[in-house]
């Protein structure tokens, strides 16, 4: 279910693609997979 609050107070969710989720994994924080080799 989608509602205010679900993540908790503030919380945030980011939908990203599976390179993306991967890249931040590795990185410890979102970045431009365009830049990555």
Known sequence: RN???RQGFK???H???PT???A???AGHFV???DWS
Do not use: H, N, Q, Y
């Open 3 to 5: 509602f205010e609050g």
């Open 11 to 13: 919380g945030r969710t």
């Open 15 to 17: 939908l990203v693609s």
């Open 20 to 22: 993306m989720a991967a």
């Open 24 to 26: 931040a994994a590795i």
């Open 32 to 34: 431009d997979i365009r």
